[in-house]
């Protein structure tokens, strides 16, 4: 099993639609991590959590909200999708003080 | 404005040979980097890193080396393999700790001809 599970692994979603994607670790980690891969860029954070109270923005967060439920579970929302949310999303933890990250496998997410 | 740019999209290596591929930073905050490897369909998985106070950092096949007067590393893989055909992400950081603070490059697509 994997250690950062994503669900789900592909999306097709119609403009204006909300949606969540969700991730769960069992690493134990308490950093998580949401990230969004357009063709031709590298990564860029979207949101990221230190433990369940702290929520922090990364580059990207317009348009985009997020849950921590648990420890071991963070969601991503987009409350109204639009086309240029169409990317790869991936999930990542980390540990304390660790820059090594490791990722989910991602979800394609298609707005049309 | 990129801070971390990987400037070949692709490269192409013939099996056995040496494959390098470059990265290059103008933060010269950035105190750790870390090269990920991936494959498709498959998300990013950390490959090796190196810290600032180092100019090398060796792992098997893979090398990294860091010039920081140049602001440039490099990755080596000696022997290049067909499983080493992937997308290889560069990243710096300059948070001290925890992946907020990594900064990726756009990727170079490494494929290793037989």
């Known amino acids: 099993d994997a250690d950062v599970t994503q669900t789900p692994r592909n999306r097709i979603t119609k403009t204006g639609k909300r949606i969540m994607l969700e991730c769960s670790q069992t690493k134990g980690h308490d950093r998580m991590y949401w990230y969004r891969q357009d063709p031709g860029l590298g990564l860029r954070l979207i949101y990221y959590s230190f433990d369940v109270k702290d929520i922090n923005k990364g580059e990207i967060s317009d348009g985009y909200s997020v849950s921590r439920q648990a420890q071991a579970k963070f969601s991503l929302s987009l409350e109204s999708a639009i086309p240029n949310q169409t990317a790869l999303y991936f999930c990542?933890?980390?540990?304390?003080?660790?820059?090594?990250?490791?990722f989910g496998q991602g979800t394609r997410l298609t707005v049309v | 404005d990129q801070q971390v740019k990987q400037n070949s999209p692709s490269l192409s290596v013939q099996e056995g040979r040496i494959s390098i591929l470059n990265c290059d930073y103008t933060?010269?905050?950035?105190?750790?980097f870390l090269w990920y490897k991936k494959y498709p369909a498959e998300g990013p998985t950390f490959l090796i890193s190196?810290?600032?106070?180092?100019d090398k950092n060796e792992d098997g096949r893979f090398t990294v080396f860091l010039n920081k007067s140049a602001k440039h590393l490099s990755l080596h893989i000696v022997p290049s393999q067909p499983g080493d055909s992937a997308v290889y992400f560069c990243?710096?950081?300059?948070?001290?700790?925890?992946?907020?603070?990594?900064?990726f490059g756009k990727g170079t697509h490494l494929i290793i001809q037989p």
């Open positions: 990542a933890t980390s540990g304390l003080d660790r820059e090594e990250a490791f």
């Open positions: 933060n010269s905050m950035f105190d750790y």
């Open positions: 190196i810290s600032s106070i180092k």
């Open positions: 990243a710096a950081s300059d948070s001290g700790g925890g992946a907020d603070g990594l900064t």
